[in-house]
């Protein structure tokens, strides 16, 4: 592999990267205030109703798309040319998807029996999570072409505007409808920016809807969709499940207050893999990309869920109150969730760029017993406790499963120079944390996260220099060139 060829690659990861970040960044922030304001404002039975229809529209939308998405990625970063084919074909069969959604969103509020003004939140709610479904189409398109900042551009105004309209009118005091109506609205002024910066800046693709040609689009998208659609069942069927067992009851509110902001963190590894997702596709060896890879992922998640884990109690009742405190239990935790599904992205993204899927299929499969039958089993004595031991249990599994079969796939030499670091840092700011517990929460978790990056950069320096000079390589400007 030429060095030269392998930095400037790794150059354009990261510059898309922090682009990408800085745009999920913002947009989880506000995404996350816009959540904690209707937490507080609408209760915890209203809340858990948002949170069921957001995670079931979710599940919906990802098990219908057939891969789609990963298609026009994939096939976007090897040729430009293959949209016109491509695009408005796959934005066709997804309205019909999301008409599909609201019908099947319907019919769970009738058998539920829910109230009109319940109804029409978890419906509107759901046309929402479609607009963001409709423009994740546009996001493939931005990956493929290596474009990271006009996704960062259009979650910003997604997330933002949704945030300033759906608070103010939570602080007003309006109800629980207008406020759904606001986030739909959100989403869509989000669809709309993604479709200029597309048509603008990036590519124009030709507007030819080709009814025949969708069966063979959706043979070939369908083993590209096994990673996402197991991912996204493993990663909330434990909501889902406690949406129907205890629909109406606070348990959903609380498990969704913790849950909300585990996904608040996981744009971080989204970030990374979408920006990796070009060279993945592109390159003939990626063995050592995915080690380097795994690392990068793994040492910039484990301190956030470490963090809160460590702090769940003070971080929910500074957040959603004390009314949440049934929450900080499954924070606990959830919080390894956010270093396991971290790496999980990172393996659905090399297998979906290999066109290997199927690696994927039979680790996931059997991730997912477990956690559909600890869910069935724990939720309805634990409620939301339950609902996270069995999330926790089912991401284990699959990742226990799934990531030696990856590394085995591409040539990886194995893990052993990969996890110890990370691990050992993120011992030191457990202890860290624990020898601290006296002072505040806010400066006990900045002292914790700081001692994690001193023992990480400390020990990669001494036991893997040559891990330590590539990212000084990747980071330090080609003077030379200019």
């Known amino acids: 592999m030429d060095p030269d060829g392998t930095a400037s690659a790794s150059r354009r990861i990261a510059s898309g990267t922090l682009a990408r970040l800085a745009g999920e960044a913002v947009g989880k922030v506000a995404s996350l205030a816009f959540f904690i304001v209707i937490a507080r404002?609408?209760?915890?039975?209203?809340?858990?109703?948002?949170?069921?229809?957001?995670?079931?529209?979710?599940?919906?939308?990802?098990?219908?798309g057939l891969g789609l998405q990963e298609l026009v990625g994939r096939e976007i970063a090897k040729d430009r040319r293959r949209a016109d084919e491509l695009m408005w074909n796959v934005i066709a069969i997804r309205v019909v998807m999301l008409i599909a959604m609201l019908v099947f969103m319907t019919g769970v509020v009738v058998v539920q029996g829910r109230s009109l003004e319940i109804a029409a939140v978890i419906l509107i709610v759901s046309l929402g999570i479609g607009f963001e479904d409709q423009a994740g189409t546009l996001y493939a398109v931005f990956n493929g072409r290596e474009r990271q900042q006009y996704v960062a551009f259009t979650?910003?105004?997604?997330?933002?505007?949704?945030?300033?309209?759906?608070?103010?009118?939570?602080?007003?005091?309006?109800?629980?409808?207008?406020?759904?109506?606001?986030?739909?609205?959100?989403?869509?002024?989000?669809?709309?920016?993604?479709?200029?910066?597309?048509?603008?800046?990036?590519?124009?693709?030709?507007?030819?809807?080709?009814?025949?040609?969708?069966?063979?689009?959706?043979?070939?998208?369908?083993p590209l969709a096994v990673p996402g659609i197991l991912s996204t069942l493993l990663f909330r069927t434990s909501v889902v499940v406690l949406g129907f067992v205890a629909a109406g009851s606070a348990e959903v509110g609380e498990f969704g207050a913790a849950y909300r902001l585990i996904e608040a963190t996981l744009f971080v590894p989204a970030a990374f893999n979408a920006a990796a997702l070009a060279w993945f596709s592109r390159e003939a060896e990626i063995g050592r990309g995915f080690e380097m890879a795994i690392k990068t992922v793994l040492t910039l998640t484990l301190p956030i869920g470490l963090g809160l884990a460590l702090f769940a109690q003070p971080l929910i009742e500074a957040l959603y109150g004390a009314g949440y405190d049934g929450a900080v239990t499954p924070l606990r935790?959830?919080?390894?969730?956010?270093?396991?599904?971290?790496?999980?992205?990172?393996?659905?993204?090399?297998?979906?760029?290999?066109?290997?899927?199927?690696?994927?299929?039979?680790?996931?499969?059997?991730?997912?017993?477990?956690?559909?039958?600890?869910?069935?089993?724990l939720i309805p004595a634990y409620g939301a406790d339950g609902a996270a031991i069995a999330a926790l249990a089912g991401a284990a599994v699959l990742l226990a499963l799934a990531l030696p079969r990856t590394a085995r796939l591409v040539g990886a030499g194995g893990f052993v120079r990969v996890l110890p670091a990370p691990l050992a840092a993120g011992a030191a700011m457990a202890l860290c944390a624990a020898a601290l517990s006296g002072l505040p929460w806010i400066p006990a978790a900045i002292g914790s996260v700081a001692a994690y990056a001193a023992a990480f950069l400390a020990i990669e320096r001494v036991f893997s220099p040559g891990d330590f000079a590539f990212y000084s390589s990747v980071a330090r400007p080609r003077v030379a060139r200019r």
């Open 41 to 64: 404002e609408l209760g915890e039975e209203l809340f858990g109703d948002f949170i069921f229809a957001l995670s079931l529209s979710t599940v919906f939308l990802i098990v219908a």
């Open 155 to 222: 979650l910003i105004v997604n997330r933002v505007s949704t945030a300033l309209m759906g608070i103010g009118a939570a602080l007003a005091g309006a109800s629980a409808v207008t406020i759904a109506t606001l986030f739909a609205a959100g989403s869509a002024l989000g669809l709309a920016t993604a479709h200029w910066l597309m048509y603008r800046f990036v590519l124009r693709p030709r507007v030819s809807i080709r009814p025949r040609a969708w069966k063979r689009l959706l043979r070939a998208s369908a």
């Open 333 to 377: 935790l959830l919080g390894a969730m956010a270093a396991l599904w971290g790496v999980n992205t990172t393996v659905v993204t090399v297998l979906v760029s290999r066109g290997r899927t199927g690696v994927y299929t039979l680790p996931a499969l059997l991730a997912l017993a477990p956690n559909a039958v600890l869910a069935l089993v």
